[in-house]
């Protein structure tokens, strides 16, 4: 995929990820459409879904949680698409770390906390966030003789 379509696919991804993080955070305030509630019968080994999280503690967890993913998703908006798109293999290579990052720190947390299926939940977030970063194809200059 070029550099420029690439970029275009990343942003898609950041804008639509800004606001299910915003929808996340304030799941635990008011959850719109019953997605959280969804997310947590699903992800977690619990069955109370959102209910689940009563405590004022849980709550400020999951508000923590959803501003770090909107945080995490901004830099995907604004550093990584711009930078893949100028072809800059720093910007490459740390946005392929920080997802990496993101995924064995969750993804074992959430396993030693007996909720496995977020694994796979992280396994398919991980894709769409880095799939298009490795089939981005280099741009090969041309110089003039």
């Known amino acids: 995929m070029s550099p420029q379509k690439t970029a275009g696919l990343m ?14 955070a304030w799941g635990s305030v008011y959850d719109l459409g019953g997605t959280n ?3 947590f019968t699903y992800a977690s080994s619990g069955d109370a879904g959102i209910a689940g999280i009563a405590t004022q503690e849980a709550k400020l ?4 949680a959803g501003g770090l993913f ?19 293999a720093l910007i490459k290579r740390g946005t392929i770390y920080a997802f990496l990052t993101w995924f064995v720190i969750d ?10 299926f977020n694994v796979v939940i992280n396994i398919v977030i991980l894709a769409l966030y880095l799939v298009p970063v490795l089939l981005v194809r280099e741009e090969t200059s041309v110089q003039a003789a």
């Open 37 to 39: 509630d969804l997310f």
């Open 70 to 88: 909107g945080g995490l998703s901004a830099f995907y908006l604004f550093i990584s698409a711009p930078g893949i798109e100028q072809g800059n």
């Open 11 to 24: 942003r898609v991804i950041g804008w639509i990820s800004i606001a299910t993080a915003a929808l996340f």
């Open 107 to 116: 993804s074992s947390a959430s396993f030693g906390t007996g909720n496995g």
């Open 61 to 64: 967890a999951l508000a923590i």
